[in-house]
């Protein structure tokens, strides 16, 4: 069983930046990392992985402007978002695809409010 913890979320003024975190109890290294967010009516969606062998990916409306990464010795993944816009309001997820057995994890959530 592995427990994730998110954090940073809150409110901001479009153009401005968050850095969320997301703490993992358990090793985050070797395993596949990944934001996700879903906004009010909407599904779920991808917004950033960070892959076991460090590479990472985004979605394309965020490209340029978050950046995802991690650190080994922290068990921590992180989401720098900058240029923040409104359309970004959401609840961001961390969740955690453990290589070893395929098993998934999330964490519960931090909201992320973006003002116009």
């Known amino acids: 069983q592995v427990q994730l913890v998110e954090s940073g979320g809150g409110l901001v003024q479009a153009g401005g930046s968050l850095r969320l975190s997301c703490v993992a109890s358990?090793?985050?290294?070797?395993?596949?990392m990944g934001w996700y967010r879903q906004a009010p009516g909407k599904e779920r969606e991808l917004v950033a992985v960070?892959?076991?062998?460090?590479?990472?990916k985004y979605t394309d409306s965020v490209k340029g402007r978050f950046t995802i990464s991690g650190d080994n010795a922290k068990n921590t993944v992180y989401l720098q978002m900058n240029s923040l816009k409104p359309e970004d309001t959401a609840v961001y997820y961390c969740?955690?695809?453990?290589?070893?057995?395929?098993?998934?994890?999330w964490g519960k959530g931090t909201l992320v409010t973006v003002s116009s």
């Open positions: 969740k955690m695809e453990r290589v070893i057995d395929g098993s998934n994890y």
């Open positions: 960070l892959t076991s062998s460090g590479r990472t």
């Open positions: 358990r090793s985050i290294f070797g395993n596949v």
